[in-house]
């Protein structure tokens, strides 16, 4: 007799989606919007979080498939925009990985004591980049070990801050006061070009979806899955964020080394805890990137076979991995770095985060639109789980995201207000982005040229 599958519980679908999208280098930017992030974090969950993982689970159900985002864009609007949705959820790993490289050595400098001249530093990252790339090659169950321990890590690191800031909260006081004017929403661009970063720590709960068919009732498990673990990340990412609230004054808080600036703070001086969390800090960097290879090089690599994407995306070895995609990643990261020491921007960190922020936005501003027109057009079809409300509420929770993410994405980018910190920090950004969209648009219709060759 064989024996049945074990089926995924509520509480395992919670779980892995905490640990898949929470990261820990995004604390610093979104505690450096200052008090009143802990109403924007409960207005985004509110009104794009839910919204967008009921959609997400509709989406990924009814369409089942390894292409995910780029299958239902696609079955949308048509190989074209899917091709501009694999490039955009694409292209922002390998930005991604550089700015995680420029932040690996950022730590490492700052637990050492030390400053590394700009070869030595550039050549680290290299090497952090290529480690990445070369390990996102393998079968994840080579690295299960490797995502098991950062998942431990990330958990530790986020509740030593939260503990570590009410011990000092309650003993010596805080650096930011928390009277409910200042936990009210600020309306500055300062402020308001963070809420992206907000947005970004919701990304990923499409995973979700994808565990319907070893769930025993997946429409009651999806929505509490999303419910529950979207509370669960909003309150660890909170918790974080007091205890960097009660290190450093907003003002003085850095989006690079905001997170171990306040564990230096509270604990009084650099020592062996200090030290201990900036290693566990380094090696999450790390870990994240090796666990999200695999979906962003699949979806590249399916893109690729439908040529939608240039048939080198589309290369494997001979298991079967992604290896095309892979190496592209380590290229394009690899020129980022090097080109870093010649980006006039006071954080480099920030910069090309931001962009890599800015172009998995865009890719998720296609699936809200794919989902109305599927189920506008495509309504017929059986969907094992549905989201609930009629045509009012199915565009209430369509546009209402869409409108969120578009005006995100145009204040973390554009230079609003002329000012010169403005245009030193955004002006790379917003070049960035033009550049990484023309030439996204140039690779999808060289793809669509080869396509029309080999008909």
């Known amino acids: 007799m064989m024996k049945e599958k074990k089926k995924f519980r509520l ?5 892995m989606a905490v640990v898949v999208v929470m990261v820990v280098e995004s604390v610093a930017p979104a505690a450096a919007i200052g008090n009143s992030q802990f109403f924007w974090w409960i207005f985004l969950l509110i009104l794009f979080f839910i919204p967008y993982g ?3 689970s509709e989406l990924g159900t009814t369409y089942a498939g390894e292409g995910g985002l780029y299958d239902w864009v696609k079955q949308a609007f048509g190989s074209r925009w899917g091709g501009r949705l694999a490039w955009a959820y694409w292209v922002n790993y390998p930005i991604w990985m550089a700015s995680l490289a420029v932040l690996f050595v950022q730590v490492g400098e700052q637990i050492l004591g030390i400053h590394l001249s700009t070869p030595v530093n550039v050549g680290i990252q290299l090497l952090f980049v290529w480690g990445t790339v070369f390990a996102g090659n393998k079968p994840v169950s080579e ?7 950062a998942a431990i890590g990330k958990i ?4 030593s801050l939260a503990i570590l800031g009410i011990h000092v909260a309650m003993t010596h006081g805080v650096a930011n006061s928390f009277a409910p004017k200042n936990l009210l929403p600020a309306f500055n661009l300062s402020s308001l070009s963070n809420l992206s970063v907000i947005i970004f720590n919701f990304l990923g709960f499409e995973v979700v979806a994808t565990m319907a068919d070893d769930m025993t009732d997946p429409k009651r ?3 509490k899955a999303i419910i529950y673990g979207g509370g669960l990340i909003v309150l660890f990412y909170l918790l974080a964020s007091f205890g960097m609230s009660v290190a450093i004054p907003t003002s003085q808080l850095s989006a690079s080394g905001g ?3 306040s564990f230096i703070q509270l604990v009084g001086h650099m020592n062996w805890f200090v030290v201990l969390i900036g290693v566990l800090f380094m090696y999450n960097l790390l870990s994240e990137m090796i666990s999200w290879a695999l979906g962003v090089n699949y979806v590249a690599d399916y893109a690729a076979k439908d040529h939608a994407l240039p048939s080198l995306f589309g290369k494997e070895d001979k298991n079967g991995m992604p290896i095309g995609a892979g190496y592209l990643n380590g290229i394009v990261a690899t020129v980022l770095v090097i080109a870093a020491p010649f980006i006039p921007n006071p954080d480099i960190f920030w910069a090309f985060f931001s962009l890599n922020v800015i172009a998995l936005l865009v890719s998720y501003t296609m699936m809200f639109p794919a989902f109305w027109k599927l189920r506008r057009d ?3 079809r059986e969907r094992p789980f549905k989201v609930p409300g009629g045509k009012l509420m199915i565009n209430l929770m369509t546009w209402i995201p869409e409108v969120l993410l578009i005006i995100t994405i145009i204040l973390t980018a554009v230079p609003l207000n002329g000012s010169s910190d403005e245009l030193s920090s955004k002006r790379p950004i917003l070049i960035g982005t033009i550049i990484v969209f023309v030439v996204g648009e140039l690779v999808v219709r060289i793809a669509e040229q080869h396509k ?4």
């Open 143 to 149: 690295s299960k070990w490797i995502m098991n321990i």
């Open 221 to 223: 498990q999806i929505p």
């Open 259 to 261: 997170l171990l600036d």
């Open 452 to 455: 029309g060759k080999e008909i």
């Open 11 to 15: 509480f395992d679908a919670v779980l």
């Open 378 to 380: 495509d309504a017929t």
């Open 156 to 159: 530790f690191i986020i509740l």
């Open 54 to 56: 009921l959609i997400s």
